[in-house]
């Protein structure tokens, strides 16, 4: 992390001339502002050790060692930090800062706050941020979206930020050719192609952007064919229930398309707005192009389910619902696939699933509604039951 450069001038010259120990109270400032003193049950301490002093332990010379031990005992002479040592009984043979710890007081805080021009607060770096936004808000269509910035750390350097946000539309209003959030991340905050990552559409809304201005990563989807008459795709949540299902195929999976999207949980947004990339499963037979195009076809008008029986398979918990409410919302006629479904809820109602809790899904949010009916009605009075969640793998 860069550090304040100016230092105060009421600063004593044994602490701005012993780097070690100077770095020692900015990181004291950091911990600080990341958990303030108030919140504490303990002073902030260190050990003295070769990482934090090399000039005490492995000094170039004796000044360097006897320079960096005054500083330290001036220090704890103005009431800056004690210096306990870690021993009951100290042999002469010792150095004597070997064997301590720098044990900061709690009073000490607002004048290294002082001396190292660290007066910031989580406060006062929003409203530095605000000050800056509000010079540069004429080059934002929405600025306001700037009132709360993405993330806590664009507060640290917000001059900067606001810089690398305005260096991201001359790209986008330079370029020939459509380019994603992880493009322009890394080409204007140093490299760093995550740091705007699922943030396409807060982008587009705070530069007054045309919807999809930037590049969306499509969804991907793998495809198992059957081997002969195709009646209709079944979609699979999980990547171990889709191997189990094309490895053995049964009467009513035979004439089935199986598909799988990684992280469908993530995807499945991406996925009903826009065509997926189709990729077939090699060991499974080779569709023709006809058959392709007509998916993505149908795919990207929504009529998917019109023109093919659709069903999707997921976990019976809040996050496999709101998949098929998802789908639902984009091709009204999917289905979920019934057999699987019919066996998980037979499955829970015998006292065979599992809480929320057991399985670490405390953070599934209830869907306000399931827009189903069959898989409804099936769901009757679900959150009342006991164990109301299972797994697919548990089915195939």
Same mark, same amino acid.
Request: proline share 7%.
């Given at each position: 992390?860069?550090?304040?450069?100016?230092?105060?001038?009421?600063?004593?010259?044994?602490?701005?001339?012993?780097?070690?120990?100077?770095?020692?109270?900015?990181?004291?400032?950091?911990?600080?502002?990341?958990?303030?003193?108030?919140?504490?049950?303990?002073?902030?301490? &260190?050990?003295?050790?070769?990482?934090?002093?090399?000039?005490?332990?492995?000094? *170039?010379?004796?000044?360097?060692?006897?320079?960096?031990?005054?500083?330290?005992?001036?220090?704890?002479?103005?009431?800056?930090?004690?210096?306990?040592?870690?021993?009951?009984?100290?042999?002469?043979?010792?150095?004597?800062?070997?064997?301590?710890?720098?044990?900061?007081?709690?009073?000490?805080?607002?004048?290294?706050?002082?001396?190292?021009?660290?007066?910031?607060?989580?406060?006062?770096?929003? $409203?530095?941020?605000?000050?800056?936004? *509000?010079?540069?808000?004429?080059?934002?269509?929405?600025?306001?979206?700037?009132?709360?910035?993405?993330?806590?750390?664009?507060?640290?350097?917000?001059?900067?930020?606001?810089?690398?946000?305005?260096?991201?539309?001359?790209?986008?209003?330079?370029?020939?050719?459509?380019?994603?959030?992880?493009?322009?991340?890394?080409?204007? &905050?140093? $490299?760093?192609?995550?740091?705007?990552?699922?943030?396409?559409?807060?982008?587009?809304?705070? %530069?007054?952007?045309?919807?999809?201005?930037? *590049?969306?990563?499509?969804?991907?989807?793998?495809?198992?064919?059957?081997?002969?008459?195709?009646?209709?795709?079944?979609?699979?949540?999980?990547?171990?229930?889709?191997?189990?299902?094309?490895?053995?195929?049964?009467?009513?999976?035979?004439?089935?398309?199986?598909?799988?999207?990684?992280? &469908?949980?993530?995807?499945?947004?991406?996925?009903?707005?826009?065509?997926?990339?189709?990729?077939?499963?090699?060991?499974?037979?080779?569709?023709?192009?006809?058959?392709?195009?007509?998916?993505?076809?149908?795919?990207?008008?929504?009529?998917?389910?019109?023109?093919?029986?659709? &069903? %999707? $398979?997921?976990?019976?918990?809040?996050?496999?619902?709101?998949?098929?409410?998802?789908?639902?919302?984009? %091709?009204?006629?999917?289905?979920?696939?019934?057999?699987?479904?019919?066996?998980?809820?037979?499955?829970?109602? $015998?006292?065979?699933?599992?809480?929320?809790?057991?399985?670490?899904?405390?953070?599934?949010?209830?869907?306000?509604?399931?827009?189903?009916?069959?898989?409804?009605?099936?769901?009757?009075?679900?959150?009342?039951?006991?164990?109301? %969640?299972?797994?697919?793998?548990?089915?195939?």
């Amino acid at each position: 992390m860069e550090y304040p450069q100016m230092i105060d001038d009421k600063a004593p010259n044994w602490l701005i001339d012993t780097p070690e120990l100077l770095n020692l109270c900015h990181v004291t400032l950091d911990r600080l502002d990341a958990y303030p003193r108030v919140d504490r049950q303990q002073n902030i301490s &260190f050990s003295l050790s070769l990482t934090l002093f090399p000039s005490l332990f492995n000094p *170039k010379s004796n000044e360097d060692s006897d320079w960096t031990w005054q500083a330290l005992s001036k220090g704890e002479r103005a009431s800056l930090w004690a210096l306990p040592s870690t021993r009951k009984r100290r042999h002469s043979s010792l150095q004597p800062w070997q064997f301590r710890r720098l044990v900061i007081e709690a009073e000490a805080e607002p004048t290294l706050r002082r001396w190292l021009n660290r007066e910031d607060t989580p406060h006062t770096r929003r $409203a530095r941020w605000l000050e800056i936004v *509000k010079v540069h808000a004429s080059a934002f269509r929405h600025p306001e979206l700037l009132d709360t910035p993405p993330s806590k750390t664009w507060l640290e350097h917000p001059q900067d930020m606001i810089e690398q946000l305005l260096c991201i539309r001359k790209c986008v209003e330079q370029s020939s050719s459509q380019l994603s959030a992880y493009q322009l991340s890394a080409r204007c &905050f140093g $490299a760093r192609s995550k740091l705007l990552r699922n943030r396409e559409s807060w982008l587009e809304t705070l %530069f007054g952007w045309p919807k999809y201005t930037l *590049k969306r990563r499509p969804g991907l989807l793998e495809l198992h064919w059957p081997s002969d008459l195709v009646e209709g795709l079944l979609l699979i949540e999980n990547w171990d229930s889709y191997l189990a299902a094309i490895d053995n195929r049964t009467p009513l999976t035979k004439h089935l398309i199986i598909g799988y999207s990684a992280g &469908f949980r993530a995807s499945s947004n991406r996925m009903i707005s826009q065509c997926p990339r189709l990729y077939h499963d090699s060991d499974g037979a080779i569709p023709s192009d006809d058959w392709i195009q007509k998916l993505r076809k149908w795919w990207q008008d929504g009529s998917l389910a019109d023109h093919l029986q659709v &069903f %999707f $398979a997921g976990d019976l918990d809040y996050t496999g619902i709101a998949i098929i409410n998802a789908l639902q919302s984009r %091709f009204t006629k999917i289905k979920p696939f019934k057999p699987q479904y019919t066996a998980l809820i037979s499955l829970v109602k $015998a006292g065979g699933g599992h809480s929320p809790e057991q399985a670490d899904k405390e953070g599934q949010l209830l869907p306000s509604t399931i827009t189903d009916p069959w898989l409804s009605e099936q769901l009757n009075g679900w959150t009342s039951w006991q164990r109301p %969640f299972a797994d697919q793998e548990a089915y195939w």
